[in-house]
């Protein structure tokens, strides 16, 4: 492998980017004579001289090498990644650490060159083989800037408090000079990187008189994790608003902004979304991780004949498949690993969403846009011009919707959406509610699924128990059948919660022939239901019942849930 100083290297460099098109000879030519005085690195002199930008330098060398690269101007710091790395060796190797995986045991560390094995080798010795690394490309002026900005820094939020509380650092102002100089701007970083740490899907700022309580939804129940004096807070909320690009000197109007950064060496969206309450904006931030955004269809947790049910739903070329929950109950999450599953360079894959919360490869993704008059309506009508095959329309909210969606599915298309109900039948009456004529609705609707999200038992303490008479009424077990269930406890692997993680409960109504004449006779939701029983329907009810029986939840969290007063007798 030719070392760091190695012309030919350098020449090899130079020679990627002439062939991407980024350079010209010329240019490559005049960075070389520098180099031969300077002696720095090509790639630097490249970005000095103004012919390249470093974003493109190492985004060229990342396509050509083929390792992924990572962007330091928008990384949220680990701290415990930069304690594994001290600063004279980053300084001295230049590398900067981005990330620590704790359960892989990986340090991921960003280099400019990735081909400097004597920096590679000290890493290392330095970390005793404790840790893997894994190599990230960055800019070289990045990885100087970046090492500058976070090392002598506290990025602990108890830390940070301490310095605010101490009056050590004015934080006030937090756009001039070095922004990590403002504790508050750390404390936000910090706050937002502890939250994705502990695989919360929101982050909630509420101010009250006194006090400003900060809350993370984990597994779609709420915690409080902090309160800190109210005068923290319209510092905290700035910050907050200008990484969101929202306006700052608007306090009294709801705004929505978006923040995108790399956090444990990931890309993360934060969708936030600020509202004046009596003491304050109320500032709220959906966590949008892509990597746990698309889940392969046999992951989701269905049990298998269901799974085939799915399966076959999709199998048909024409017509509308609607998922039915309330907001947070895995709906997108659901459509996605469908969209992934039917994914191919032999269809056109487009959606319609508000907004995009998952990029993926293939597919056409568009948000619908006020400013720009494209609402989901109009949206559907310019997509049908582009030739799709399958279309997901992100959610049925209005008449216009519908008619489009429903008039895609009848001209030849695929279509997916999301709708408001309680339950899989209840979208037909929704449907009708909308303004949908029943004879629409019959023959151009493959299938509704119901869902919602259970926590699952932590396996290192959950505690079994016999049933009593009313549990296995509620569970569906006979007098006669052995069984044992499980209860939540609570320890230190699941953050004395008693639960770990999600899944999904899922109720699939396919509709066939006799069903569509139901719908077109406006039958009643139980006469629909009885007949989609006798087709081997099974209700949340039942399939959470199903987890619950095989250890996977309990049966205080499906009634936490689903309604059960039905089965109590």
Known sequence: MNSPTNPQAKRHLGQILIDQGILTE???RIALLEQMKSHLPVGRLLVQLGFVSEATLRDALSEKLGL?????AHIIVDPTALNALPRELAR?????????????KRLIVALADTNNIAAIDQLRVHLKGDLEIELRLAGDIEIERAIEHYYGHEFSIDGILREIETGEVDYTSIAEGDEYSQPVVRLI?????????????DIHFEPEQNFLRIRYRIDGVLRQIRSLHKTYWPAMAVRLKVMAKMNIAETRAPQDGRISATLSG???DFRVSSLPTTHGENIVLRILDRQKGIVPLDKLGIEESQLEILKRMIARPEGIIMVTGPTGSGKTTTLYSILNHINSDGINIMTLEDPVEYPMTLIRQTSVAEAAKLDFANGIRAMMRQDPDAILVGEIRDTDTAEMAFRAAMTGHQVYSTLHTNSAVGAIPRLLDIGIAPDIMAGNIIGIL???LVRKLCHTCRQSYEPDARERRLVGLKPNDKATLYRAVGCE???????RGRTGILEMLRIDGGIDELIARRATISEILTAARTRGFRSLADDGARLVRGGVTSIDELMRVVDLTERMG
Do not use: K, N, T
């Open 26 to 28: 010329d240019q490559l």
């Open 68 to 72: 992924q690269s990572v962007d330091l």
């Open 92 to 104: 001295r190797y230049r590398m900067f650490p981005v990330a620590l995986d704790r359960a892989a």
């Open 189 to 201: 970083s910090a706050l937002l990187a502890d939250a994705v740490e502990r695989s919360a899907s």
């Open 266 to 268: 990931r890309g993360i």
């Open 450 to 452: 119901a869902q919602r």
């Open 493 to 499: 692997q699941c953050d004395y919660q008693g639960f």
